[in-house]
């Protein structure tokens, strides 16, 4: 579902502790709402993912799981959403910096690219600039294909 502004936050900023994921998402659903998302069990959070657009692009924001909820598919399942939600926005291309999904990312069909590759506006984001080390790699699906 759709991250809840008020409800989902909290949860949501723990869980990126938990995983040892940048905490700044909280304040990005704020901004654009509409591109998070959430998966809950039980009425708690346990994945939740967000899309920052950079038109005509779009970055992957932390795609967090609790790690009792893993290997369920909800990973995959909103992996899946934010990839349907970039095609609704008209993205040609979503990309992904990570130090630890490359794997995952490529199992998705992303590719890995060089990051100065990217376009200016996303090296020019805070993801960029100051929450991915320099030693993320970087990854790009496309979506018009």
Known sequence: ??????????????????????????SDIQQSPDNFFVVTVGGKVVACAGLEVHAPVGLVRSLPVDPAQRSRGF????????????????????YGLTTTAQSYLQAHG?????????????????QFKSECPSSATLLRINLKS
Do not use: H, Y
């Open 75 to 94: 990973g995959a399942n909103l992996l899946t959403r934010l990839i349907d939600r970039a095609r609704e926005l008209g993205l040609s291309e979503l």
């Open 110 to 126: 992303f590719a890995q690219v060089e990051r100065s590759e990217a376009p200016t506006d996303l090296l020019n984001s805070v």
């Open 1 to 26: 579902r759709a991250a809840r502004v008020g409800e989902d936050v909290a949860a949501i900023k723990s869980l990126l502790k938990v995983c040892d994921l940048p905490s700044d998402i909280p």
